[in-house]
């Protein structure tokens, strides 16, 4: 079974937007810290951005001031809004459920099949 469904890659020029969604199957969704992840080809997979159960965020420097981390409690949604994608962003994003902000992932959860965000220069 998945607890999360990542949805909203796609390809887009540098310069373009993308929303991506991480849709959450269990209903403890609103008392989980959740990070976005990303893992370029050849690449190790790296945080992106992370929010608290009360929306606290925290930024990789990379995307800082460009994404912008949210989640829906109501709908057991999270999103990341990427606003002026750059080359350097293709990567596949993933979302996971974090032990707390600025922590590890929760590793008895695998991590799911991801959604492919491919920027065009």
């Known amino acids: 079974q998945v607890e999360f469904v990542e949805s909203g890659g796609g390809l887009v020029p540098a310069g373009g937007s993308l929303t991506l969604s991480c849709a959450a199957t269990?209903?403890?969704?609103?008392?989980?810290?959740m990070g976005w992840y990303r893992q370029a080809p050849g690449k190790q997979r790296h945080i992106v951005a992370e929010?608290?159960?009360?929306?606290?965020?925290n930024y990789a420097t990379a995307v800082k001031g460009r994404f912008t981390i949210s989640r829906d409690n109501n709908k057991n949604v999270m999103y990341l809004q990427m606003n002026d994608l750059k080359p350097e962003d293709t990567a596949t994003y993933y979302c996971?459920?974090?032990?707390?902000?600025?922590?590890?992932?929760?590793?008895?959860?695998?991590w799911g099949q991801g959604t492919q965000v491919t920027v065009s220069s």
């Open positions: 929010i608290s159960n009360n929306g606290q965020t």
């Open positions: 996971k459920r974090k032990l707390a902000l600025y922590a590890d992932h929760v590793k008895f959860n695998s």
């Open positions: 269990t209903n403890n969704f609103s008392t989980y810290t």
